[in-house]
């Protein structure tokens, strides 16, 4: 359109390329997600160190407690946050033309089914399923 | 109107024609172990849904994690895990300006390596001794 003062070429816009304008969004979202991550892993870590061993019963008693179960929901959504931001960027250095729609789809799909598992299993720990 | 034929167009050098420097394996590293750990977090899913199931799922879930391949899995996932963090800290130094001098990312890589490591079996001696 040559009334709109662009550099991108009309191929370009029409195959969608350059910014989408979500560039500094996407960079903050990584680094909150990180700075989360961070306490919300090493609370975790020690979690998992003492319970290895131990019975179901002792491990279900834990995680139901409202304070573990709490942290490792809050770890679950912001580490598969995360994870999605990063593959994205994987994806989007390596991937091009034809597939590349579908495996940033397939990252979408793998990051909110794995989130939900988890989620759903500490929430019916939690609720004392 | 500009010329969009699209033709082969010149690319810069990538990855193979550099020789490899500490910094830009820390950086390759840190994208490996940040997809390791996304396919990873698939035994977190897995060891939680086991644990809301019932005693024989657990059972199933620790005993995969109490075999040696369970254990090899563990283990790496714990490098994995401790390193991407530390590259992640990295980043933040990074992220306020600072740590981009040729002696400090030196340093600043150094570190990650090796506190990685360190780290990872710190942490597996402590499990060693709790469990």
């Given amino acids: 359109m040559a009334h709109e003062k662009s550099i991108r ?3 370009a816009r029409v195959k969608g390329l350059g910014s989408a304008k979500e560039g500094t969004e996407h960079f ?3 680094r909150v997600t990180a700075l989360a991550n961070l306490p919300l892993v090493i609370f975790f870590v020690f979690l998992i160190i003492s319970v290895q061993g131990e019975s179901h019963a002792d491990v279900v008693r834990i995680l139901a407690h ?3 179960a709490i942290v490792t929901l809050a770890m679950i959504i912001s580490g598969v946050w995360h994870m999605k931001i990063g593959m994205q960027v994987i994806i989007e250095d390596y991937v091009h033309e034809g597939p590349k729609l579908l495996v940033l789809m397939a990252n979408s799909f793998f990051c909110f089914l794995v989130g939900l598992a988890a989620v759903f299993g500490i929430l019916k720990i939690a609720f004392g399923g | 109107m500009a010329d969009v034929r699209t033709k082969a167009r010149p690319l ?3 990855l193979q024609v550099f020789r490899p420097l500490l910094t830009m394996v820390m950086s390759i590293l840190h994208r490996i172990t ?3 750990l996304y396919f990873g977090t698939l035994l977190l899913a897995w060891w939680l849904v086991a644990a809301a199931s019932g005693p024989e799922a657990y059972a199933t879930v620790a ?3 109490d075999s040696i391949f369970g254990r090899l899995i563990l283990f790496g996932y714990t490098w994995a895990l401790v390193h991407h963090t530390l590259g992640g800290i990295r980043h933040f130094i990074w992220d306020t300006g600072h740590g981009y001098g040729v002696e400090a990312r030196n340093m600043l890589a150094s570190a990650t390596i090796i506190g990685s490591v360190a780290i990872t079996i710190l942490l597996w001696i402590v499990g060693l001794l709790v469990g």
């Fill in chain 2, 12 to 14: 810069s050098p990538h």
């Fill in chain 2, 63 to 65: 005993g995969f994690f």
């Fill in chain 1, 66 to 68: 409202p304070f573990t």
């Fill in chain 2, 34 to 36: 940040g997809a390791a």
């Fill in chain 1, 9 to 11: 070429t009309p191929l």
């Fill in chain 1, 28 to 30: 903050w979202r990584q």
